[in-house]
């Protein structure tokens, strides 16, 4: 969907006629009351859900949505009740507007001249969407880690176009170890000699190493001690444990390189540079209580939806702590909200895989909304009783 | 006596319109009750994964906590009325968290399984552990860690500066205010800070 009208950005500075691509799954009921909006995270797309066909309408292998396991006919995100939308958001590199497209101020690619973009401006891009959808009130928001921090932002930019949010392995804001860990990532990128201060698409090359390096930091901060324990081990390449190592510095030795490698290898093909470092940057400024003393409590007393907020156990990098952060400034504003601990072993990971725990929470907060849709003698209220008036 | 019967006795105590916390909520079939027949408003805790499934399909706020770990999310005096139902034998730290319920609740209401229900002193008697329909586990497998009598907690209360409100036994389903150390199988007492 193309926008001319320009996109008024945060930081100041505005993006001119920008396009967003979106898919959605299923169908909007006659009142326009069943759309849920799934925000994305760090890699990830619009294609939340099914699969893309070829010219030949064949259904094409591993063209899975990211979130596929959870959304769909009969999943616990139900496309047969609810009417799905999945948006990209500007800056990333799956279609909509981003580094690589044209600027039209110079005719060149965008490259780092692309403007900041942060998560507010994000929800707002999407609010455009969805006014362009006929959509003046969602069901429900839901996001994952950087798309939970979206859900949870929607709940704040825009109280009466949101009846409920659900906020999956996120966080209030990002810890300093986060940051830092993010900062490693866009060091690797802009120190990569093929990064030109961002404008390598000019140079016909792209800072592969540097994406290599990003990707491999961010994999193991994904995973949990436990689970790297499981999947690798001190295993060997080529070899069985007991066996001589090779005595290189420098070649794959242990199957946990490989990993990351590949990792790193599969992700540079496919992602921008550019796009790294302004989605690594848009988590490191996502903090609503920011404009409050630090106090998120106070950020979140706008909020008129009600919650389902989602941890798990071995998440280092978006903590059950941080979790109960935000449980606990809705509690403190007597909002309604629910939280499920997951005691998954995934580490950050487990968000995008499938626990019977974890999924079915989300079915039966999902069914509960559905149910809300159906019974026409209870009309839609905030989570203070009131009713909601919709603003279009 | 079902936990149906327990429930609307217990539920004859919260004020309508009250803001309740239910610690070791399970199902939230209480909680779904107050909502419903007494418009209450609130959260429950709990800790089993498949009770908090069952209360998120009740449409019934749950918040999945280990109750070991204190009450810290929430302020002093933050709702009306705190509930600790069947929960307060199984914990470890009994005395920190009836002062967090009286911390975070005007008032608290609390029920456990009176150790000194006359069919648990007969087996005494007969010098074995009771193992009945209230306690029904035997000693060494039981998840009652925290066995007590109707008069302990009394005392326990007046250590912990709380006035005792109301209180009262009840076995099968019926309320018991004669005796009710000797003939209840449940201990309730309601409770606010002194």
Known sequence: MHFEAPLPLQSGAVLKDYTLVYETYGQLN???SNAVLVCHALNASHHVAGVHADAQGHPLPKSEG???????????LDTKRFFVIGINNPGSCFGSTGPMHTNPDTGQPYGADFPVVTVEDWVNAQARLLDQ???SQLAAVLGGSLGGMQALSWTLQHPQRVRHCVAVATAPNLSAQNIAF???????IVTDPDFHQGHFYAHGVVPRRGLRVARMIGHITYLSDDVMEEKFGRELVGRTLGDAPNYSTQDIEFQVESYLRYQGDKFSDYFDANTYLLITRALDYFDPARLHGGDLAAAMGKALAKFLVISFTTDWRFSPARSREIVKALVDN????SYAEIDAPHGHDAFLLDDPRYHGVVRAYFERIAQELQSAQSPLTTSQGQPLRVSV | MSQHDVHDV???LVPPGSRVLDLGCGNGALLAHLRDARQCTGYGIELDDAKVMQCVQRGVNVIQRNLEEGLSLFEDNSFDVVLQLDTLQHLRNTVDMLRETARVGKQGIVSFPNFAHWPHRLSVLRGRMPVTRSLPYQWYDTPN???ATFADFEVLAEQNGLRILDSFGVHEGEIVTRWPNLMASKAVFKFERR
């Open chain 1, 30 to 32: 006659a009142d326009r």
């Open chain 2, 145 to 147: 860690i925290r066995v």
């Open chain 1, 334 to 337: 007597r909002h309604d909200v």
């Open chain 2, 10 to 12: 217990i539920a004859q």
């Open chain 1, 182 to 188: 993010n900062e490693v990532a866009r060091q690797a």
């Open chain 1, 66 to 76: 990211w979130w596929d396991n959870l959304i769909g006919p009969g999943k616990p």
């Open chain 1, 133 to 135: 959808l006929g959509i």
